[in-house]
């Protein structure tokens, strides 16, 4: 076998950027969730178990009233995600031809998708993420009588009942179409727009909402999340890597060459990188044992969403440490 092309190993940085910054806009997770960085593959976060109390003094010089702080850890495990894809030769051959301009999407979408499976629906995840993903964890929302913005609202009123704001949505490609054109009695656009940088976020009630490609739809399958996503603690990995060999083969699970790179004159490119997930369950002062950070609905079919272990606690492989 031919020794891989010099430029294998580790991304430059420059490149690192652009790469994460890309699979940040195709990943809902990498969009809406705490992104936590992880210097090590593991990496314990302490989270309140038991909240304060404070009450006041019923006389001059009395007692200060005693109060408890109760500490759990929630636990990242960095998993890797990979990718390979092939690079015609003729690409690389032609320096007219800006190689990364044509390598970064892909990058980009194979690994948002395959981080968004695991985090929203655990598909393909990994034995340290959540079971069954956020799908899992989120209550589900009966249908509103009126319309999807009903619904909405409705879930977005579960979460708050917990005592927690509201600050994004995520929802399947096919919920864009039902809110478009929407308007308020006064003629206003619902669905608005908040400048982030050089990129516009579409809003829902004032937070931002991002629209993917689920990969469970129909059916009674939630097509739209809701909920205080800052519980949603995503681990990333900045050791993001590479490897090039023009003599490579590539096969499928059950050993079908893909892609031979000497036969086909192809270079394949495989890609690397490593995220962890876990999703809290936090103790508020209106639901002391944890409230639920999330609810789910299903707009297109007007249906409440399949129940999927919604009241499973959280957080995953949490102990008890004071």
């Known amino acids: 076998m031919a020794p891989p092309l010099d430029f294998s190993g580790i991304i430059p940085p420059e490149f ?57 850890t929630a636990t990242l495990h960095a998993e890797e995600v990979a990718a390979i894809t092939a690079i015609p ?7 007219t031809i800006n190689l990364w301009s044509y ?12 981080l968004d499976a695991a985090v929203f629906w655990g598909v393909g995840a990994p034995a340290t993420y959540p079971v069954g993903g956020l799908n899992a964890v989120a209550a589900p929302i009966a249908a509103a009588t009126t319309d999807a913005i009903g619904t909405i609202n ?9 005592g927690l704001n509201v600050t994004g949505h995520s929802a399947d490609v096919t919920v864009r179409s039902l809110l478009r054109g929407v308007r308020t009695t006064q003629n206003e656009l619902l669905l608005g727009t908040q400048q982030a ?35 949603l603690f995503i681990g990333v990995r900045q050791d993001i890597r590479y490897a090039m060999d023009p003599s490579a083969v590539v096969h499928d699970g059950t050993g079908k060459v893909l892609i031979s790179g000497f036969q086909d004159n192809q270079t394949p490119l495989k890609v690397w990188a490593r995220f962890g997930c876990v999703i809290v369950k936090p103790v508020t002062v209106r639901v002391p044992a944890g409230a639920n950070p999330f609810a789910k609905a ?16 959280a957080p995953q492989g949490a102990k008890s440490a004071k």
Do not use: C, H
């Open 16 to 72: 690192s950027t652009q790469i994460i910054e890309e699979a940040v806009r195709a990943s809902s997770a990498l969009q809406l969730g705490n992104l936590i960085p992880m210097g090590t593959s593991i990496s314990n976060m302490p989270i309140p178990k038991t909240l304060p109390t404070a009450s006041f003094v019923s006389a001059v010089g009395g007692a200060k009233p005693w109060t408890d702080i109760g500490l759990q």
């Open 89 to 95: 030769d003729q690409y690389l051959e032609d320096s």
């Open 103 to 114: 390598v970064r999407p892909r990058i980009a979408e194979a690994i948002g998708v395959a």
């Open 154 to 162: 409705a879930a977005m009123g579960a979460v708050e009942a917990g």
């Open 197 to 231: 940088g050089d990129s516009v976020i579409p809003t829902m009630y004032g937070v931002p909402i991002t629209y993917n490609t689920f990969t469970q739809t129909g059916g009674t399958n939630a097509d739209f999340f809701t909920g205080d996503f800052t519980w």
């Open 298 to 313: 299903a707009l297109v079919a007007k249906v409440t969403p399949t129940l999927a272990g919604a009241d499973e606690p």
